[in-house]
């Protein structure tokens, strides 16, 4: 067999020791040799990797090598399969599985067309498991990339044994040594001992409070560790998928979209020989140059369709900017180099013009047939943006397309959660602990202003029903749901829990280490669409807090949706600016101030805080244009240094 058609498999040890000290580990080495010995020379292991027995660590490394085009055919973990507190491996495996295979040991299942399974840290019991069904691996494999079982199953059973290498003909149950072997997908026991096996569902035992315990069940402390920002926003991009390319009519619809495809021009421009100025066509050697002297005007060219007459030697032909040159014509002098001499009967036409100049050259002031743009040109590229300036879509314009091939954009939902949230303009006083939300408004404008299309989801309350069935209604209406408030510690914060507990999805990051937005959630939710086919929805839930809820729909929600439809680069664009004043650093995390930034008198950029930075705060967002990038550590950014600005809107004073 040759490699390419062999089987990848990846190997990743989960271990704390082993992460820090990876000459510790043994289970890599020996399921390696389980490969090479008993895989019936069907394997090559791509790729081993450790990582410490986190979630969030063991689930970014597994996505990593299942949602990929080159995906990984087969997965194999060891460790943290046990029951103390340090063991997470089926906490972290089972939300990614799509399809669970059922009595393996501990979780094993399908994630797009990887097959993952989970094994012990012990090398024996993860050398003994593995051996157990390794025979049957390639053909699940080969099931899981969508392989036509029917086509496979040619011949029965013994076909299937013979190409996996199971040659024995002898029962497969063995009692003169107390030590058999089941060989299928089920279970493996040695020597009497059943391997370690989970009793308890994992869906119970996720990262998330478990909003039916009560609040004296919850945790005291967010589990989430305190993502950095740099690496937050890699595993946004790293699970955004790429949107489809889609045909789409040559207007303004188009403006804001990126091109998926080259365009080349079917047609020259001009498409006929064009005067560039007022003036006069006239013959001219290719050699030679214009004479003077007085000529007779025979015809008139305008910018409209038609053909005009010949021209002949010594005569001229009244043209305009645009219009067709009559043939023969090959060059036009400017109407200031002439002189009227006399005009026609009508008393409105020329009858006859002197040429002032014998300077005009052959092809002088002529646009030839494809001088702009020739045959086959190509007049944009894939990757580039349509704009507002206008210029691409007049390029488009020019030569003729009808239609052309650009990413889709993503759909933007936007959901409100709380009791305590009502519409903005509801009739009447507010109660005593009703708030106005001003965090859907503020956030579907901004989305609407990046140029994505929104739908309004409304407000959903603290409960987790409400919350699960409105997130479910939005996953069939968009691609990217927007939420506000519930991702804090309180037993009320439902987000997480819904998300992971309730719809089986996959928190990427839980907490950012960033001021404001500590508790930034990012997720993606598994979704067939109405034709059964697999999707991927963004979930992204923004702090409750105004200030916060923009400020992080900024910086995590508009890159995610300019990298989905092939905008390069992402992210808002990054500036200098000169401090107007001093500005407080905050050790613990890295600030993202909300600034207005203007042109000053001196030609450079100018930066001055809107004002008290707590994240409740919405006036701190009047006027914002900008947000200081302030770095974590002690003391002050004093007036007239230089800082990072990302800039959210138009600079002032431009």
């Known amino acids: 067999m040759s490699d390419a058609e062999k089987l990848t498999a990846a190997i990743l040890i989960i271990s704390d020791t082993a992460y820090q000290d990876p000459s510790t580990d043994r289970a890599g080495t020996i399921l390696k040799d389980t490969f090479s010995e008993d895989g019936n020379s069907q394997w ?68 797009n067309k990887s097959i993952i399974i989970t094994l012990p840290g012990s090398p024996k019991g993860a050398k003994e498991n593995l051996q157990s069904i390794i025979k049957q691996l390639p053909h699940a494999c080969k099931q899981a990339t969508g392989e036509d079982s029917r086509a496979a199953h040619i011949g029965g059973v013994k076909a299937l044994e013979v190409k996996a290498g199971m040659h024995t003909t002898e029962p497969t149950v063995q009692h003169n040594d107390n030590h058999h072997h089941h060989q299928h997908l089920t279970h ?3 020597g009497g001992h059943a391997a370690p096996k989970p009793h308890t569902n994992p869906s119970d035992r996720l990262l998330s409070n478990d909003p039916d315990q009560g609040p004296s069940e919850n945790q005291r402390e967010s589990q989430y560790p305190k993502t950095p920002m740099d690496e937050a926003l890699t595993l946004v991009l790293e699970n955004t998928p790429k949107s489809k390319a889609i045909k789409v009519p040559v207007n303004g ?123 086959g040109d190509t007049i944009l590229k894939k990757g580039e943006e349509i704009s507002t300036t206008g210029g691409g879509l007049g390029l488009l314009a020019s030569v003729g397309k009808k239609e052309v091939l650009v990413y889709r954009k993503p759909v933007v939902g936007v959901l409100s ?43 959903a309350t603290d409960d987790q029903g409400d919350l699960e069935q409105s997130l479910r209604d939005a996953m069939r209406k968009v691609d990217v749901i927007v939420t506000t408030g519930g991702v804090s510690m309180g037993h009320l914060d439902l987000l997480k829990p819904t998300i992971e507990r309730s719809l089986s999805g996959t ?54 949706l300019q990298w ?91």
Request: hydrophobic fraction near 40%; proline fraction near 7%; charge should be neutral.
């Open 44 to 111: 090559i292991i791509k790729e081993q990797q450790i990582v410490p027995d986190n979630v969030l660590a063991i689930q970014r490394q597994v996505t990593r090598w299942c949602d990929v085009e080159d995906h990984i055919n087969l997965i194999i973990t060891t460790g943290g399969t046990g029951f103390t507190g340090k063991d997470n491996t089926p906490e972290a495996i089972s939300p990614l599985i799509y399809k669970h295979a059922s009595g393996l040991v501990p979780v094993a299942g399908v994630r």
């Open 188 to 190: 493996h026991h040695h």
């Open 253 to 375: 619809g188009i403006v804001g979209h990126v091109l998926a495809e080259d365009i080349q021009s079917d047609k020259p421009v001009p498409a006929f020989r064009a005067s560039i100025v007022d003036g006069y066509a006239i013959i001219v050697g290719e050699n030679g140059t214009s004479s003077k002297g007085t000529f007779p005007v025979v015809s008139v060219s305008h910018a409209s369709p038609g053909v005009p007459p010949p021209l002949e030697v010594n005569q001229v032909a009244r043209i305009t900017t645009g219009a067709p040159l009559p043939a023969k014509a090959t060059a036009v002098v400017m109407r200031e180099d002439t002189a009227l001499r006399r005009k026609a009967a009508d008393q409105k036409e020329e009858k006859e013009v002197e040429i002032c100049t014998d300077e005009v050259v052959f092809a002088e002031n002529v646009r030839e047939v494809g001088s702009d743009v020739g045959v």
């Open 417 to 459: 959660t709380g009791d305590e949230i009502v519409p903005h303009d509801r009739p009447g006083s507010l109660r005593i602990g009703e708030v106005r939300d001003t965090n859907r408004p503020s956030v579907l404008t901004a989305v609407e202003g990046w140029g994505f299309k929104t739908v309004d989801l409304g407000i």
């Open 507 to 560: 928190i990427h990051f839980g907490r950012v280490n960033m001021k404001p937005g500590l508790p930034t959630t990012f997720a993606t939710v598994q979704y067939k669409n109405n034709a059964g086919e697999p999707e991927t929805r963004l979930i992204f839930s923004l702090p409750g807090n105004p200030a916060s809820a923009i400020v992080t729909a900024h910086l995590f929600v508009l890159p995610s």
């Open 564 to 654: 989905s439809c092939g905008m390069r680069p992402v992210g808002l664009p990054r500036i200098l600016v000169t401090l107007e004043h001093d500005f407080t650093l905050v050790p613990a995390r890295p600030e993202y101030h909300r600034a207005i930034v203007a042109m000053g008198n001196d030609g450079l950029l100018h930066a001055t805080s809107t004002g008290g930075q707590r994240s409740s705060r919405v006036g701190s967002l009047k006027n914002a244009n900008a947000l200081i990038c302030l770095p974590a550590r002690e003391g002050k950014l004093f007036k007239g240094e230089r800082a990072e600005a990302l800039l959210m809107g138009k600079v002032l004073g431009l």
